[in-house]
Each structure stands twice: as C-alpha cells, then as structure tokens.
C-alpha cells in the first residue's frame, strides 16, 4: 500500500474529522441528527449481527469438535458417562442458540435457529440414548452405531450455524448497504445548503475513507487468507495514525499463529519419536541376557561351532535393531532380523521349537517400519510354544497384495502353541487398545508395542488381527501400505 500523502490526514485521523464535524453541525444541524439517528440504529443492528456471527462461530467449533471428543471418550472408556462434560456441552449449545433468537430480527434467520434447536433436541436424546445403553453393558458396536448418529446430527447443526452464519453475513452487507445510503442522503442534504461545505464534504469524506477504507479491505482480506490457512499473509502499514498499530498487531498475530502451529508440530513429533523409543526399549532387555547366557552355556559344552553361528546371528540381529537410528528399514532386513533371532531361539529351546520363513521376494526392497516382526515372533515362543508339551512350529509369512487397489505388504507370525482361552483373548484385545497405563499390562507388552507404533507410523486403521483357539494356537497378523526406500 501506498503512503497516504495528503495533508489533512496525515497526522490523526480523529482530529480532522473533529474539525470537519464542528463545521458540518453548525451549518446543518437537522442532516446530521438524521445520520446520528440512522447511524446509531444501523451501528446497533449490525453489532447484533456481528456478535450472532461471532456467537454461532464459537458454538461451531464446540458442535464440531466438542460434543464429538466427550462422546468419543465416554464410548472409547476414557471417561464415564457420569462424570462426562456431554450435557454442560448441550447446555452450552442451548443456551448460546436462545441468545442468538433472541437478537436476531430476521424471521428466516429465527426459524434456521428454530431448526438447529429441534436437531439439539434430538442430539440430546441420542445422547440420553448412550447412556442408557452404557448403563446397560450394551455391545460396543451399539455404543459406536450411537456416536455415529450423535456426530451425523452434529454435523447437522454444524451446516444449520454455517447457513445462520451466512445469512447474518448477508443482513450485515444489507446493513452496511443502508449505512451507505445514509452517508449519501447527508452528503445531499449538505450539497442543498451550501456548496463551499458540500465540496469540503465530500473532500473530507474521499480523503477520510481511502485512508480507512483501503487499510481495512486489505485487513480483512488479510484476515480471510488467514482463515483459509495462509499464515503468510501480511499488510503493509497504511501510515494512518490510529491504523498503522491495529496493522503492526494483526501482522505479528499471524507470525505467532505460524509459529505456535510450527511449535505444536514440533512437539507431536519430539513426543511420538520419544514414545517410540520407550516402546522400542521395552522389547529386547531379557533376550540379551538369555542369549548371552546361552553362549556361555554352549561354550563351556565346547560346541564351538554354535557359539560362532549364534554369535553372528546375534550381532546382525543388534545391528538391523540398531539400524544407525534409522526407523524404516527393507522388508530384506526386516525378515533378516527376524530369521537371526529364530535362529538364537532354535540354539536355546533345540528340542522344542522349529520354524519356517515365507517371504516374497517382490518385497525385498520394499521400506517397512523396524521391528515390527520379531515382538510377534518373541510374543508366541514365550506365551505360546513354552507353555506347550511336544515340539512347537512357527510360521512366518510376508506376501504382497492389493488392498482397494493399493499395493500392500500382508505379514503373519503364526504359532501351534496353547494359544488363548476366549476370555484371555478378549482380555489381550481389550488391553491393546489401551493409550496409557501399559505398565500395568498382563504379559502382552509385544502385542501392544507393535500395535502402538502400526497405528501411530502408518493409521490408526492398522492394527493387528488376533486368530487363537485354546491348545492349537494363535495366528497374529497385520496388512501396511508398501512404501518404497
């Protein structure tokens, strides 16, 4: 934007106009009584209006995100129906619609806010709905079939507030539209009485409104790049007295927001790569010592030749662990990985385990998130062949496939150990869900680690598959999006 080079303005803006208005009201009183009156009414409408956008916005965000969060932590059992905020939420919503009918003049806008009240009713009794059935240990799929309902109708209210929301938008440009009529019928009213005050009217207004009019158009488009997410919007200052700090402020605003959004980033990030480092460390400290324990063991029988083959294996098994700090690896190394560590555990339980490896070739050097494969390995040798009398097998397979036409890696560690009584199985399903409180987990740290870090590197949608019939077996699988190195 250009310096505002004219005298009149370049000082204050609110002092010119002092002196324009001591002039304009000594010569025309009865013109500008209509436009305190038409301006005061019109100031006054579109204040309403403007607090109903700001209202119906802030109550948007609570129907979007809000209600939706608290359903979902009540029906995830995060927290209790009983001690949920899902009502003081609807209560919100209530009340912030009654406000709203309240100050809204326009009949249509009224029955837009009559629709969104009856849709909150009718959330309210979904809401009710869920309660009843958690009190009644219903199914979880029933409570999920709710949520749904409960986020449709949301939804619903949701498209109700943005219609509302427009429609005020529209009642403010009519507003505006009258506050530019006023402005004309004085700037008339000024004309018929004298044209020396006329021209330094309409002097005093070309000059007065570029200086504010272009400043805050730019602002407001400012503002809308924001709103569509451009955070790179900026202004440049006008040079008018009472808009260059509203300019310097709404410019540093939206380099904060970059960098707290750049900052809130950040840490989600530090936060999952320190997670998955907890959850990696929990996976190995035993077996080394066990393994170590076993070389020692073999040494001192003097099979010299194991002690070699399960110390090579032992240190490629460290060194793809380690992987340079890498977190993706080949599917090659992973199923190396996996191959080294049999082969340690063949070494130690002789006479009680065997093994076979199915990998696909196609997928050698496919990319593949690191030990994903041998907690599930580790997972039925102590849980599933150990517990078992007679000689125990385990299978592991990597195949390609196409999963709605998206190349896919389908992997399953399969074991005939004693497997899972149905009500232990529901126990270990329950207890990977979990999002906190691991520590307290019964023996079934491998099967939630894997599942953690699937959900949390690739999407929430990939989790494991959990087959097991009690003295036969169990069968762990998982399908991932192939991702090329």
């Given at each position: 934007m250009k310096k505002n080079s004219s005298p009149f303005v370049s000082a204050s803006i609110k002092k010119n106009l002092q002196l324009s208005y001591i002039i304009i009201i000594i010569l025309?009183?009865?013109?500008?009584?209509?436009?305190?009156?038409?301006?005061?009414?019109?100031?006054?409408?579109?204040?309403?209006?403007?607090?109903?956008?700001?209202?119906?916005?802030r109550l948007n965000q609570i129907v979007k995100i809000d209600i939706s969060n608290e359903i979902w932590d009540i029906v995830a059992g995060k927290t209790s129906f009983k001690t949920g905020n899902q009502y003081v939420i609807l209560n919100t919503i209530n009340d912030g619609i009654s406000q709203m009918m309240d100050t809204t003049q326009d009949e249509n806008n009224q029955k837009l806010l009559e629709v969104a009240s009856r849709a909150l009713r009718t959330l309210e009794k979904y809401?009710?709905?869920?309660?009843?059935?958690?009190?009644?240990?219903?199914?979880?799929?029933?409570?999920?079939?709710?949520?749904?309902?409960?986020?449709?109708?949301?939804?619903?209210?949701?498209?109700?507030?943005?219609?509302?929301?427009?429609?005020?938008i529209e009642s403010a440009a009519v507003t505006n539209e009258h506050l530019t009529t006023a402005s004309?019928?004085?700037?008339?009213?000024?004309?018929?009485?004298?044209?020396?005050?006329?021209?330094?009217?309409?002097?005093?207004?070309?000059?007065?409104?570029?200086?504010?009019?272009?400043?805050?158009?730019?602002?407001?488009?400012?503002?809308?790049?924001i709103a569509e997410g451009d955070l790179n919007a900026r202004v440049e200052l006008p040079h008018v007295q009472e808009l260059d700090n509203l300019t310097r402020n709404l410019n540093q605003m939206a380099g904060k927001i970059q960098d707290l959004i750049d900052q809130n980033t950040q840490e989600q990030k530090n936060l999952q790569k320190a997670e998955m480092k907890t959850l990696q460390a929990q996976i190995t400290p035993h077996f080394l010592y066990n393994t170590f324990d076993t070389i020692i063991w073999l040494a001192?029988?003097?099979?010299?030749?194991?002690?070699?083959?399960?110390?090579?294996?032992?240190?490629?098994?460290?060194?793809?662990?380690?992987?340079?700090?890498?977190?993706?690896?080949?599917?090659?190394?992973?199923?190396?990985?996996?191959?080294?560590?049999?082969?340690?555990?063949?070494?130690?339980?002789?006479?009680?385990?065997?093994?076979?490896?199915?990998?696909?070739?196609?997928?050698?050097?496919?990319?593949?998130?690191?030990?994903?494969?041998?907690?599930l390995v580790e997972n039925a040798i102590y849980h599933g062949i150990k517990n078992k009398r007679g000689r125990g097998m385990i299978t592991v397979t990597a195949r390609?496939?196409?999963?709605?036409?998206?190349?896919?890696?389908?992997?399953?560690?399969?074991?005939?150990?004693?497997?899972?009584?149905?009500?232990?199985?529901?126990q270990v399903?329950?207890?990977?869900?979990?999002?906190?409180?691991?520590?307290?987990?019964?023996?079934?740290?491998?099967?939630?680690?894997?599942?953690?870090?699937?959900?949390?590197?690739?999407?929430?949608?990939?989790?494991?598959?959990?087959?097991?019939?009690?003295?036969?077996?169990?069968?762990?699988?998982?399908?991932?999006?192939?991702?090329?190195?």
């Open positions: 025309m009183i009865l013109p500008t009584i209509y436009y305190t009156i038409a301006s005061t009414q019109h100031s006054s409408q579109y204040d309403r209006i403007i607090t109903n956008v700001s209202r119906a916005n809401v009710d709905q869920l309660g009843n059935q958690i009190a009644s240990n219903v199914p979880v799929d029933q409570n999920e079939q709710v949520l749904e309902d409960i986020r449709g109708v949301a939804s619903l209210i949701y498209d109700i507030l943005q219609d509302f929301i427009v429609a005020e004309r019928n004085l700037t008339f009213f000024q004309i018929s009485i004298i044209i020396m005050i006329t021209l330094m009217a309409i002097y005093t207004l070309i000059t007065i409104s570029n200086a504010i009019s272009n400043p805050i158009q730019q602002m407001e488009n400012m503002s809308t790049r001192e029988s003097e099979e010299y030749e194991k002690v070699i083959e399960i110390t090579r294996a032992f240190s490629d098994y460290f060194r793809i662990s380690l992987s340079k700090g890498h977190e993706w690896i080949t599917f090659e190394n992973e199923f190396q990985h996996v191959q080294n560590y049999l082969k340690i555990q063949k070494i130690r339980y002789r006479d009680i385990l065997d093994y076979t490896l199915d990998f696909d070739e196609s997928l050698k050097a496919s990319r593949v998130l690191k030990l994903i494969l041998q907690p390609k496939i196409e999963k709605d036409g998206i190349p896919c890696a389908w992997c399953c560690v399969e074991d005939n150990g004693m497997g899972f009584t149905p009500e232990r199985l529901q399903l329950e207890e990977m869900q979990k999002t906190e409180d691991n520590e307290n987990l019964s023996a079934t740290y491998g099967l939630y680690n894997v599942n953690k870090r699937l959900t949390l590197y690739y999407d929430t949608s990939v989790t494991l598959s959990i087959e097991s019939e009690f003295r036969k077996g169990s069968k762990v699988s998982f399908t991932i999006p192939l991702k090329e190195m």
